[in-house]
């Protein structure tokens, strides 16, 4: 069955540092890709999406992810966390032939301290 | 502020009972989802509309429906609810089929 897997169900930097948050899928068939953020008591907002092309994605609020098809992977990086990057991430997957519903992975929380 | 609607914002009421979550999409998109997110099962999708149709089922009890209305609007109707019910259920429009979806704030369930 399709899946996602985010590693690390927590991740916590300091203001500063580089954030690094894991995202694979399992699947023959590459998916569509995105990054979802959700803030406490908040719905959730689009940080960037990979459907074709480009691999290296750049989204908002500095974040960019990186589609590599030889590791199933959509690893998600900012080089300088903030404290206002402190959220829980999501990342998702999509596949056109399988209808275009959203499969989440669990989801990593991001911890920034000062 | 993604432009999708969503109300009630909380809602308690107690087991046994039906509740009717409404959903206004962002202007000019036609397709409709549901999700349910609770702390065991995650984000998962429940069901989607295009245009007034079903297209695709996921984790959906039979307690629970949906419908898409002529306006776009979409509501999503639970039933006979359990404790187990209680979780944030959001809604997602897209302007066709593949879109980016653009989320809701959330309904937040409890049963009581």
């Known amino acids: 069955a399709q899946s996602v897997t985010q590693l690390g169900s927590h991740v916590s930097v300091s203001e500063g540092a580089l954030v690094l948050l894991r995202c694979n899928y399992s699947?023959?068939?590459?998916?569509?890709l995105f990054w979802y953020v959700q803030y406490p008591n908040q719905g959730l907002q689009l940080l960037l999406k990979?459907?074709?092309?480009?691999?290296l994605v750049k989204g908002i609020n500095g974040f960019e992810a990186e589609f590599k098809k030889s590791e199933t992977s959509f690893h998600l990086t900012k080089p300088s966390a903030h404290m206002s990057d402190a959220a829980e991430y999501f990342c998702?997957?999509?596949?056109?032939?399988?209808?275009?519903?959203?499969?989440f992975g669990k989801g990593t929380t991001l911890s920034v301290s000062s | 502020d993604s432009g999708v609607t969503q109300t009630p914002k909380h809602l308690i009421t107690a087991t046994g009972q039906r509740v009717t979550l409404r959903c206004s999409p962002r202007?000019?998109?036609?397709?409709v989802y549901w999700y349910q997110q609770s702390l065991d099962q995650g984000l998962q999708f429940l069901i989607q509309?295009?245009?007034?149709?079903?297209?695709a089922k996921g984790n959906i009890l039979e307690r629970f429906s949906a419908q898409q209305f002529p306006d776009l609007h979409s509501e999503l109707n639970l039933s006979s609810l359990e404790l187990g019910d209680s979780a944030l259920y959001f809604c997602?429009?897209?302007?066709?089929?593949?879109?980016?979806?653009?989320f809701g704030p959330g309904t937040r369930l409890t049963v009581l």
């Open positions: 997602a429009s897209s302007v066709g089929q593949g879109d980016t979806q653009y």
């Open positions: 699947s023959s068939v590459p998916p569509y």
């Open positions: 990979y459907t074709t092309g480009a691999t």
């Open positions: 998702a997957v999509s596949w056109a032939q399988a209808g275009t519903a959203l499969i």
């Open positions: 202007s000019g998109d036609l397709s």
């Open positions: 509309y295009y245009n007034g149709e079903e297209r």
